[in-house]
């Protein structure tokens, strides 16, 4: 009974958005209103030198954006809620896609001048696949936008689901004045306070004609009339029909000055699902099962520049982990324990004796793990859904200083396994490639090797349409592409076969030559 109690106070969610429309700084919010933190950091400026709490590695800090994921927990409300901070940017989608692998609902962050962007929609498309629960929080109220109802639209046409607001924002820009909660009929106003949380005014009644006191008889009529609108206009909100995917809620507010906040979060609380059943390729988990199964989803070097660590982050999907017991590497088909497991608060971490299903824990890791490994009490499970991609752009990537080779390969090393970017070592001249989905992430790959390891590199441009991995089971056939393509293979950090096609024109002559060779796109087959 304790143990499925557990289980349901358990909250884990991923903030997702396009750059800029204000997911970080809702974290940050989030955190002030959970008691997690007590200032919010906010998002560099060259004024504010404080940088946002999730924003931990020195390059967000240096330029203002997210360029990994961030695991942040805390109790609120008598739940245990853990928040993942996506990165926004196209090029560090990757990091965000497998991310969603580990949660069980999002928060999706809408800025409400630009209405929904190209990023917010591709991510919303890997929810929709995966049936993962949405929310959506309209931010920026107290800028100028789009007419709300109008946006209501566009977020429904363009994220293909249906929507239903369970807050309104009273005004907007400089006339926005507070939210209003239709989940828990009442109104709360806020004062403009960017750092610490100021308390609301509570109206149980919207008739209230005090209301009319606070906000004048015009701002408060018009809420009226828009209220009515909203309830005859979409349907009345069902849980059950969130939690299948099928409708989301919609908030508005201003993040960065705590409008709308409290309101999110003490509805997501209340109505968000707790852990979900996980799918392997040999069955379906609950997370009310007796024996621990989890799943690595993400691996990050130097969380702890001063000690070099290595963490591996694993979403604990059913039973109970235990520090110092025994579990089942399934891919190397040993057993390990742990010592030190984790929790998160971004980079501060606290050691823990025991975990649940829905919580995500740190394992430090001296090279056993790659992203996708599962751990068991014993089964043989293998975790589904956390693929590589294919990169777009390339480069040689060069020793810039010969005394620090051993720093640079180190350095390579961690980092590829990462899941950021892709090494490839070309089999005709043995030099290393890096692979990657988005230029931005060679500037990263460069500062962190400079500043985490202390090595320098060079990169070298090279031109190439895709690579794409190889297998077939005509083994004459593979052999002798091999021999026709060897200028065009290198191999990945896992030694797999990979075909660097320089044209599409190449690629698509491959595979009409070559019909018994399966060319992959992603590397998890």
Not at 257 to 268: C, R, W
Not at 490 to 513: C, E, I, P, W, Y
Request: one cysteine or more; charged letters at 30%; glycine letters at 6%.
């Amino acid at each position: 009974m304790a143990f499925e109690k557990e289980i349901n106070k358990r909250r884990t969610f991923a903030i997702i958005s396009h750059p800029d429309a204000g997911k970080t700084t809702l974290t940050e919010k989030l955190l002030l209103f959970g008691g997690a933190i007590h200032v919010a950091g906010a998002v560099k400026s060259n004024k504010i030198k404080k940088t946002a709490t999730s924003d931990f590695m020195e390059i967000e800090k240096q330029r203002g954006i997210s360029v990994a994921t961030s695991v942040m927990g805390f109790d609120y409300a008598d739940r245990k809620i853990t928040i993942l901070d996506t990165p926004g940017h196209k090029d560090f989608a990757e990091d965000t896609y497998r991310t969603l692998t580990a949660v069980d609902s999002v928060i999706i962050v809408i800025d409400v001048a630009k209405g929904v962007e190209e990023q917010t929609k591709k991510l919303a498309e890997v929810c929709r696949m995966r049936n993962t629960p949405v929310m959506v929080f309209v931010n920026k109220m107290d800028r100028d936008g789009k007419d709300v109802f109008q946006l209501l639209d566009e977020i429904e046409q363009m994220l293909a689901i249906k929507v239903r607001p369970l807050a309104w924002g009273i005004g907007m820009g400089y006339n926005f004045k507070g939210v209003y909660n239709l989940y828990s009929k009442n109104l709360r106003l806020f004062e403009s306070n960017r750092e610490q949380v100021t308390p609301a005014i509570h109206f149980e009644n919207l008739n209230n004609s005090e209301i009319d006191e606070y906000i004048g008889a015009e701002s408060a009529q018009t809420l009226r009339d828009e209220i009515e609108l909203v309830e005859t206009v979409y349907p009345e909100f069902d849980v059950e029909a969130y939690r299948r995917a099928e409708l989301a809620p919609v908030f508005f507010g201003s993040a960065v000055n705590n409008f709308g906040v409290q309101e999110l979060l003490d509805t997501f609380v209340e109505i968000a699902p707790s852990p979900r059943n996980s799918t392997t390729k040999e069955r379906e988990i609950s997370p009310y099962e007796d024996k621990f199964t989890g799943f690595v989803f993400k691996i990050h070097a130097n969380m702890d520049p001063n000690h070099r660590d290595r963490v591996a982050f694993v979403k604990v999907c059913s039973g109970k982990f235990e520090r110092n017991k025994n579990y089942l590497h399934v891919r190397q088909e040993k057993q390990l324990k742990f010592s030190n497991p984790t929790s998160f608060m971004a980079e501060k971490k606290q050691v823990i004796d025991d975990a649940f299903p829905g919580d995500i824990i740190g394992l430090y890791d001296s090279g056993n793990f790659k992203i996708g490994d599962t751990l068991t009490e014993g089964e043989e499970l293998h975790f589904s859904g956390i693929p590589s991609f294919s990169p777009e752009m390339f480069r040689y990537i060069e020793n810039g200083d010969p005394l620090k080779f051993k720093q640079l390969n180190k350095g390579i090393d961690q980092l590829m396994d990462e899941g950021v970017a892709q090494l490839f070592t070309n089999q005709y001249n043995g030099r290393k490639i890096i692979g990657t989905v988005g230029s931005l992430q060679f500037e990263v790959i460069e500062y962190r090797l400079k500043h985490e390891y202390n090595a320098t590199c060079r990169y070298e441009p090279l031109n190439l349409y895709k690579a794409c991995w190889i297998r077939s089971t005509n083994k004459e056939q593979l052999d002798d592409f091999k021999k026709r393509k060897y200028q065009f293979l290198a191999l990945d950090k896992h030694g797999r076969d990979v075909f660097l096609a320089d044209t599409s024109f190449a690629l698509q002559m491959a595979q009409q030559n070559f019909p018994e060779i399966e060319f992959y796109f992603t590397s998890e087959f």
